[in-house]
């Protein structure tokens, strides 16, 4: 049957998530398929059902099981359109997924919704796991302080600057980060297509090794500043 897609929504390039509970949606199995799904472009449900159903297939078939487990596990996460449709709306409304356009079909009336991925890319920046205070971990601060005085000679440390340079430290890296794949967005989303979310998470770890070597010198200052011999 001919048909005509009309888009009103093109995915943004990266989108940054400044929450956890978004990082927990894109790693659960029962979503990622989804994603994964909706890289090429956008989908009608039913459309979105054969391919999540062809996705979930694979992966069961990479995984060392009897072919009976395999049956079985495919039974359990195989999706029907209407559990699809309930998932859409999640992600619809924690912003991850949008309605991309319609389907106008020759002949009918009635329009069936295009479902699309709101990025190409979607990096995770909580900033509450940047932000460090004496009076929320100072424990853990406390800790840190007697490790360093430990191979420092016993200098003491000071644990209130510590909580300030460490803080000015990780916002640095997440502020560096988020502008190299601003400034890069096309040439990453290229190179990043069949990556999942918690590959490029794990990329981004390397990334801020790297970042952190790159400024050393600056952040050696920054941490001597805590340190009185």
Same mark, same amino acid.
């Given at each position: 049957?001919?048909?005509?897609?009309?888009?009103?929504?093109?995915?943004?390039?990266?989108?940054?998530?400044?929450?956890?509970?978004?990082?927990?949606?894109?790693?659960?199995?029962?979503?990622?398929?989804?994603?994964?799904?909706?890289?090429?472009?956008?989908?009608?449900?039913?459309?979105?059902?054969?391919?999540?159903?062809?996705?979930? &297939?694979?992966?069961?078939?990479?995984?060392?099981?009897?072919?009976?487990?395999?049956?079985? +596990?495919?039974?359990?996460?195989?999706?029907?359109?209407?559990? +699809?449709?309930?998932?859409?709306?999640?992600?619809?409304?924690?912003? +991850?997924?949008?309605?991309?356009?319609?389907?106008?079909?020759?002949?009918?009336?009635?329009?069936?919704?295009?479902?699309?991925?709101?990025?190409?890319?979607?990096?995770?920046?909580? &900033?509450?796991?940047?932000?460090?205070?004496?009076?929320?971990?100072?424990?853990?601060?406390?800790?840190?302080?007697?490790?360093?005085?430990?191979?420092?000679?016993?200098?003491?440390?000071?644990?209130?600057?510590?909580?300030?340079?460490?803080?000015?430290?990780?916002?640095?890296?997440?502020?560096?980060?988020?502008?190299?794949?601003?400034?890069?967005?096309?040439?990453?989303?290229?190179?990043?297509?069949?990556?999942?979310?918690?590959?490029?998470?794990?990329? #981004? &770890?390397? #990334?801020?090794?790297?970042?952190?070597?790159?400024?050393?010198?600056?952040?050696?200052?920054?941490?001597?500043?805590?340190?009185?011999?």
């Amino acid at each position: 049957m001919e048909y005509h897609d009309s888009i009103i929504y093109e995915e943004e390039a990266i989108k940054i998530l400044k929450d956890a509970k978004y990082c927990d949606l894109l790693n659960n199995a029962k979503y990622s398929p989804i994603f994964i799904a909706l890289r090429k472009g956008p989908l009608t449900i039913k459309e979105l059902e054969t391919v999540y159903n062809s996705i979930v &297939k694979k992966d069961i078939d990479k995984m060392n099981l009897e072919d009976s487990e395999k049956k079985e +596990l495919q039974e359990n996460m195989f999706r029907k359109d209407k559990t +699809l449709y309930k998932y859409m709306s999640k992600l619809r409304k924690c912003g +991850l997924i949008v309605e991309a356009g319609k389907r106008f079909k020759v002949g009918q009336t009635a329009a069936e919704t295009l479902f699309g991925r709101a990025a190409k890319l979607y990096l995770m920046d909580d &900033k509450s796991e940047r932000t460090f205070s004496i009076a929320e971990d100072k424990k853990y601060l406390s800790f840190f302080a007697k490790l360093i005085s430990l191979i420092t000679d016993g200098s003491k440390v000071s644990v209130d600057c510590l909580a300030e340079v460490m803080t000015n430290f990780l916002t640095q890296i997440s502020e560096e980060t988020e502008n190299i794949f601003k400034t890069y967005s096309k040439e990453t989303t290229e190179f990043a297509v069949d990556m999942s979310f918690s590959d490029i998470h794990k990329s #981004l &770890k390397g #990334l801020s090794m790297f970042l952190f070597i790159r400024n050393a010198s600056s952040f050696e200052e920054m941490f001597e500043k805590c340190i009185k011999k």
